[in-house]
């Protein structure tokens, strides 16, 4: 894992996303090409904050975090 701009900030990619999930990183980034996780494209890897993924998790009651 990636972590950039010190440990609030920090980016991870789509594995680590889809286990936070419990799901694929093809699906992880079907969702975000889709605008449903908040992610961006950086050169042809898709990149997520943490803190961002975390609140979209607990705001959709997907698991406990």
Known sequence: MRIMKGKNNAEI?????????DTSPDNVNYMARKGILPGYKEKKFWRFNKRAVVRWIKSRKLVEV
């Open 13 to 21: 990619g789509s594995i680590e996303v889809a286990e936070l999930l």
